[in-house]
């Protein structure tokens, strides 16, 4: 086995020799998301009302099983059976360092990630670590726990100073590890400063992007430590906009670089726009989509990775009778969304491995405690939208519309002004992110807490031994699909 490298438009072993990563994303887990493990808000929203619960002691014990069972070495040799060959490993800062103490290594903080690590490697796996949380958020999405829609991280030096540290405190940790791929720095960054009206700001109403500027530090920073291992770069606007990079990365500006898109494909959603069925039209969309977002790279011979990518699945007790039908549909999305990537010979990071029940490979068991204990709270946080991912919002449409329609009607005039930063929020997306997945949520997280009232050490990790591989449900279409294609 060898370092791997970017060469051209692939990626090569120390030989030239062309390694495909096909793999998945280890969500969930040392970045907890609650559509994956089933709490309302951000990680250190649920951390935090926890330890009010339990105790620190107890609610740290919990979390540190949660972290212990949820990857193991049953989930590496299951993987692997699969003929998948790579996890990205999404990371929380908060697992490295505290914002009441920053740029101080917490003692513990690589051991679950070692642990992982060397797992994946004894079942000859490649991993990538994805930091999926920067210090002050670098998105005003909830996966990078920052619990605003403001991305701070771009309004103060001092977070970016904090992650340009990180980086190397990684890269001196993990610089001659020859099973990691490489370093993911940051996850779907959403940057505004590149956003502005053509009558106040430069060309097509773009500005100067900080994101590159960050990249540089970041890019230099890990280079002077670690000049190995490949650098996975996404786009703006989470990992979609790839066209206020610096022509110059081709001579060598960001070297043994991957560009990394996200290919979601609005067919795998509850809002697509009709069950897919594999027509003309409809793959055509899925090839243009997919298209689009690499065109910049392709303009330029970089090397393209597709970071995530994937649908999420109906649940009967959740979506009706018609579930299954709807999931053959989705599944069909996946097999025309892997002939699109095999015929480019892609490598892939498929979004998800593990999860109660909603995206990932295999799921918690509606049989184990945890789900038991939080089947009726699951059920209403459903019902009320609570989350923003594959959201279904048909119940609770009547209670943020008059927001949408007063703002619409009332507060501008001007149609220039209701487009606001990312573009890819419309005015009823930006309502009810706000509105539901942070108001709203943000209400939940006590109950959520409280289900754990009077537990001791025990109960508590028969809880979070509800994530273990062996009291999990595969998904078997997905995984049959995954095989074929690995």
């Known amino acids: 086995m060898s370092f791997l490298k970017v060469s051209g438009t692939q990626i090569v072993n120390e030989q030239g020799e062309e390694v495909m ?46 972290l212990e069972h949820f990857f193991a070495d049953a989930d590496a040799k299951f993987f692997r059976s699969l003929g998948l060959n790579c996890i990205r490993i999404a990371v929380n800062y908060r697992h490295f360092e505290d914002d009441a103490k920053p740029r101080v290594l917490k003692s513990n903080a690589f051991a679950h990630l070692d642990r992982v690590i060397s797992i994946c490697a004894a079942h000859s796996i490649y991993t990538v670590i994805d930091m999926h ?23 103060h030096k001092d ?12 890269a001196e940790k993990y610089k001659d590890n020859k099973w990691i791929a490489g370093y993911n720095l940051i996850n779907e960054p959403a940057d505004p400063s590149g956003w502005g009206r053509t009558d106040v700001g430069g060309k097509d109403g773009k500005r100067q992007l900080e994101l590159v500027h960050v990249y540089d530090r970041l890019v230099e920073a890990v280079r002077n430590i670690d000049d190995k291992h490949i650098i996975f770069l996404d786009g703006n606007t989470f990992a979609a906009d790839f066209t206020q990079f610096p022509d110059d990365v081709a001579e060598g500006r960001w070297s043994n670089a991957a560009f990394s898109i996200h290919d979601y494909a609005i067919y795998g959603f509850p809002n697509s726009p009709g069950l897919y069925v594999g ?56 097999r025309d969304q892997l002939e699109i990537y ?14 109660i029940g909603f995206q990932g490979m295999v799921h918690v068991s509606q049989e184990t405690p945890y789900m038991k204990l939080f089947k009726p709270f699951l059920m209403r946080k459903h019902r009320l939208a609570a989350d923003a ?59 959520w807490a409280d289900h754990f009232r009077g537990m001791g050490e025990a109960e508590l990790e028969e809880l979070a031994k509800s994530f273990r591989f062996e009291n999990c449900v595969e998904r078997e279409g997905l995984n049959r699909v995954l095989r074929e294609n690995a």
């Open 21 to 66: 990563l096909k793999g998945a994303g280890l969500g969930g887990w040392m970045l907890m998301e609650n559509f994956i493990s089933g709490f309302p808000g951000c990680e250190y929203q649920i951390r935090e009302a926890l330890s009010d619960v339990l105790g620190q002691s107890k609610a740290d014990f919990f979390f540190d099983k949660y």
């Open 133 to 155: 949380s920067a210090p002050g958020g670098q998105s005003g999405g909830w996966h990078c726990d920052s619990g605003t829609h403001i991305a701070n991280f771009w309004r």
């Open 159 to 170: 977070f970016q100073d904090r992650l340009v540290w990180l980086w190397e405190m990684i």
């Open 279 to 334: 027509s003309d039209e409809q793959k055509e969309r899925l090839l243009k989509t997919y298209e689009r977002k690499r065109k910049w790279m392709d303009e330029r011979g970089l090397c393209v990775w597709n970071g995530e990518w994937g649908p999420v699945y109906a649940r009967k007790e959740y979506d009706g009778e018609n579930w299954d039908e709807v999931n053959k549909a989705r599944l069909k999305v996946v």
């Open 342 to 355: 095999n015929k480019d010979r892609l490598s892939w990071s498929i979004w998800l491995y593990k999860d």
């Open 389 to 447: 991912w594959g959201k279904d919002d048909t119940h609770v449409k009547y209670a943020y519309q008059p927001i949408i329609d007063l703002i619409k009607t009332e507060v501008s005039n001007e149609p220039q002004n209701l487009k606001l930063y990312p573009p890819t929020w419309s005015v009823e997306e930006r309502v009810t992110r706000i509105a539901r997945t942070i108001l709203l949520a943000e209400f939940m997280v006590q109950e």
